[in-house]
């Protein structure tokens, strides 16, 4: 079975740090499309960042660009979501979500697949 275990999501101030962990189970992240994406109530799901292994790509949402990488652990089967300069506007549920891996498709799962169950981020000013 296909599992996400998000996690690390906490309450920071503003200009703080935070690493979210993706870990997964069920699956290799080798062969997946691997993705963060944040959702604030009211608001549209935002992809943040996204990573495959496969061809040692990632993507950055321009909102975090400088701020946050994103990483996997291959042995640990787990992807990691590091962010810095956390500000206020960040504050929302973190989810990570899984494809397997498209030929045709780009570095980012769709969003059809797994989803972790998520991990609040909250950022004080």
């Known amino acids: 079975e296909v599992q996400l275990q998000a996690s690390g999501g906490g309450l920071v101030q503003a200009g703080g740090s935070l690493r979210l962990s993706c870990a997964a189970s069920?699956?290799?992240?080798?062969?997946?499309?691997i993705g963060w994406f944040r959702r604030v109530p009211g608001a549209d799901r935002e992809g943040v960042a996204c990573?495959?292994?496969?061809?040692?790509?990632?993507w950055l949402a321009d909102s975090v660009k400088g701020r946050f990488s994103i990483s996997s652990d291959n042995a640990k089967n787990t992807v990691y979501l590091q962010m810095h300069s956390l500000k206020p506007e960040d504050t929302a549920v973190y989810y990570c979500?899984?494809?397997?891996?498209?030929?045709?498709?780009?570095?980012?799962?769709?969003?059809?697949?797994?989803w972790g169950q998520g991990t609040q981020v909250t950022v004080s000013s």
């Open positions: 979500a899984a494809d397997p891996y498209n030929s045709f498709g780009g570095i980012c799962p769709t969003g059809a697949g797994s």
């Open positions: 069920g699956f290799n992240i080798d062969d997946y499309h």
């Open positions: 990573i495959l292994y496969r061809h040692s790509q990632t």
